[in-house]
């Protein structure tokens, strides 16, 4: 009789791969490749991060988007702290991620702003009535459909999120949460937020 289950987490299952071919291709998304290396780090990277928030062991966390490499590291680095990614479909509106948010006690949601044809700005406005925590919206290029990338902004910025995270997101969250619990004003390169009632758009120099 064969043996299917090893007794191994999905995690470790993942590391071992990681062990065997650090330089072998993982993960393509048009441009974009990783290797099995570059994957574990960013998946690291993402663990802590999340960590930092206070999501861990048990924690079911929404997790909704397309077929991005974002998505890989990010359901790794869930599933690294222990938490439970909870897979909700790209097309799933409010009401949808409202009820699962019910069912399982979710302590955070991540999403893209819009997709296709469904917009969730309306959503980050339902967030913002029903919660008083930081606001941070990860903004993925294949995102933004239909108008520019500043109209985009001043859209989520006038609706309560609090910063916008460009390009590749591992690091500038690190600084971004350090900022936010020393109550600074970042720094970072690639952050847009409001400051003293003026739009701030640090352009990505790396």
């Keep these: 009789r064969q043996k299917w289950w090893l007794g191994v987490t999905a995690i470790e ?6 062990d065997v071919y650090p330089e072998k ?5 048009g441009q974009n490749r990783l290797t ?20 861990g062991t048990g924690d079911c966390v929404l997790l909704q988007a397309p077929n991005w490499i974002e ?25 949808e991620l409202e009820r699962f948010s019910t069912l399982t006690e979710a302590k955070a949601w991540i ?10 700005i ?11 925590v930081p606001i ?24 309560g999120v609090d910063f916008i995270v460009l390009g590749d997101p591992e690091e500038r969250c690190l600084e971004l949460i350090n900022s936010i619990k020393k109550k600074n004003a ?11 009632g003026k739009k701030i758009i640090k352009p990505i120099l790396s």
């Design 111 to 120: 999403g893209p702003p819009s997709f296709g044809k469904t917009d969730f």
């Design 25 to 29: 291709e993982a993960v393509v998304e």
């Design 71 to 95: 998505v890989v590291y990010i359901y790794l680095g869930l599933q690294r702290v222990g938490a439970i990614p909870v897979m909700c479909l790209p097309r799933h509106g409010q009401r």
């Design 36 to 55: 099995f290396s570059q994957l574990r780090e960013k998946t690291k990277q993402a663990a802590l991060a999340f960590h930092r928030l206070g999501i």
């Design 13 to 18: 299952a993942f590391d071992r791969t990681c």
């Design 122 to 132: 309306p959503m980050v406005k339902a967030i913002r009535e029903k919660f008083t």
């Design 136 to 159: 941070i919206l990860l903004e993925n290029i294949h995102s933004v459909v239909g108008y520019s990338l500043l109209k985009v902004h001043q859209d989520f910025l006038d609706l």
């Design 186 to 196: 970042p720094t970072i390169d690639g952050i847009i937020f409001q400051s003293q």
